[in-house]
């Protein structure tokens, strides 16, 4: 389980990259979440938005590591643009859809998510997306 997950624009997986040791600090736009799986996360997500699987997600590399290494302190990760596209466009209500399903997903893995937070935590990431999409950049996720 991360201790740290912030999600943020970046230009490019180059300049994402440089955030590996410290995050994003200051230099990208970003929104901090809490204590969950971010990796496991984006893919649950996207899935939900598309009806894809997750362990054919999963077996195609998804989510792509640009820096760090997955089981050895600070990541960065590429969030999807199929993710990214449909976060962007999505209602609120169809972001509350989602972040039930991922609650009922999280619950039978027996891992705790409240509704509300798992609600905000989509609302955010939808307008981080929005931003990132309008400004033709990709979104970022930082785990320490």
Do not use: K
Not at 29 to 43: I, K, T
Request: proline content about 3%; aromatic content about 8%.
């Amino acid at each position: 389980m991360s201790i740290i997950v912030e999600f943020f624009v970046a230009p490019d997986d180059a300049s994402a990259a440089l955030a590996l040791g410290t995050g994003p600090g200051r230099v990208f736009e970003a929104l901090s979440c809490g204590n969950f799986d971010p990796e496991e996360a984006v893919v649950e997500w996207e899935c939900l938005f598309d009806g894809g699987d997750v362990e054919d997600r999963v077996e195609t590399g998804e989510p792509r590591i640009i820096a760090g290494e997955a089981d050895d302190g600070c990541v960065v990760f590429v969030v999807s643009h199929g993710l990214v596209t449909a976060l962007a466009r999505a209602e609120r209500f169809r972001l509350h859809e989602i972040a039930a399903s991922w609650v009922g997903r999280r619950a039978e893995d027996g891992e705790v998510i409240e509704a509300d937070v798992a609600g905000e935590i989509l609302s955010d990431l939808a307008a981080i997306a929005r931003s990132a999409a309008r400004q033709r950049q990709g979104l970022y996720c930082w785990i320490a």
